[in-house]
């Protein structure tokens, strides 16, 4: 994944990212991940930005939608869930939006 800045705002794509504490604590008590990186995984500053472009999908690949589904709603109003088509209707996700109509810009706040 990566993370841009622009004129004071932030936007975080994660890429092919398994954001799930459960799993990382799982890979590291399996001696798979050092505490050390396993330490990194948990503390990625993905919550922590104006706009954020997250993977969801089939795990270990992809962060499973629970996981998603359980941030803080102070996220989730960020959050656009990509590589996906479908979202359960009471997931209070969204799917980013496709195509040039759907461009997402830094700049302008979210709508919902």
């Not at 503390?43 to 104006?50: F, G, I, K, N, R």
């Not at 803080?72 to 969204?94: C, G, I, M, N």
């Amino acid at each position: 994944g990566f993370k841009v800045e622009w004129r004071g705002r932030s936007m975080v794509f994660t890429g092919d990212h398994l954001n799930s504490p459960p799993a990382i604590d799982q890979l590291q008590e399996s001696g798979v991940l050092s505490k050390a990186r396993a330490d990194d995984l948990r503390m990625l500053p993905l919550q922590e930005t104006d706009l954020l472009l997250h993977e969801a999908g089939a795990p270990p690949i992809h962060t499973p939608l629970d996981v998603l589904m359980a941030l803080p709603e102070r996220v989730k109003d960020r959050l656009f869930v990509v590589h996906t088509s479908a979202l359960p209707e009471d997931s209070q996700l969204r799917v980013a939006p496709t195509g040039t109509n759907g461009t997402i810009r830094l700049h302008q706040p979210q709508k919902s």
